[in-house]
T-cell receptor, first 115, second 111 residues
């Protein structure tokens, strides 16, 4: 089946560091990729939707200058958390979709811990 | 608007017990409905789906039926196993390809 690879799986870094998370669709071309954030024992919150070659669409309340999304190809999207602070610590999950109403395929997530 | 209301957990069951996790939804148009499962420390995996009214999704002994009249998509399994311990998310997807998740239900199955 469709596979989405997310890397790294875990990051621990100091406050002020910028962190890049990659999301790759391994065996299909993803027209749309989604970035979610999950707080402990909470549901997933959609942060942004990105389409290849165009600017990402951010959900209300998500700072686009803080969470930079690049979708340079049909198989790769990146999320960069700029100047990360402890409150940015969370579990970030990407997903990739092809056509409408077909299931999205999720990466295994990245646990980000900012000290 | 679109939203999913899911039974709050946590749910603790003994092995071989019957499982029901309730899920109701509000949607504009005709959404597809999904159950995703998240094992500890992992991302989400699609468990089952239904794309139109009266469809039944099934996988690994789990079932859910798309009920338009009650706007529900309850997850059931006749006999749970310890390995089913996870967090289960009900979700709907609209034509715009956006997924709306419920809050998740944590299931713990004890031997």
């Amino acid at each position: 089946g469709a596979v989405v690879s997310q890397h790294p799986s875990r990051v621990i870094c100091k406050s002020g560091t910028s962190v890049k998370i990659e999301c790759r669709s391994l065996d299909f071309q993803a027209t749309t990729m989604f970035w979610y954030r999950q707080f402990p024992k909470k549901s997933l919150m959609l942060m942004a939707t990105s389409n290849e070659g165009s600017k990402a669409t951010y959900e209300q309340g998500v700072e686009k200058d803080k969470f930079l999304i690049n979708h340079a190809s049909l198989t790769l999207s990146t999320l960069t958390v700029t100047s990360a602070h402890p409150e940015d610590s969370s579990f970030y999950i990407c997903s990739a979709g092809t056509v409408s109403n077909q299931p999205q395929h999720f990466g295994d997530g990245t646990r980000l811990s900012i000290l | 608007g679109n939203s999913v209301t899911q039974m709050e957990g946590p749910v603790t069951l003994s092995e071989e017990a019957f499982l029901t996790i309730n899920c109701t939804y509000t949607a504009t148009g005709y959404p597809s409905l999904f159950w995703y499962v998240q094992y500890p420390g992992e991302g989400l995996q699609l468990l089952l789906k239904a794309t139109k009214a009266d469809d039944k999704g099934s996988n690994k002994g789990f079932e859910a039926t798309y009920r338009k009249e009650t706007t529900s998509f309850h997850l059931e399994k006749g006999s749970v196993q310890v390995s089913d311990s996870a967090v289960y998310f009900c979700a709907l997807q609209t034509g715009a390809n956006n997924l709306f998740f419920g809050t998740g239900t944590r299931l713990t199955v004890i031997p």
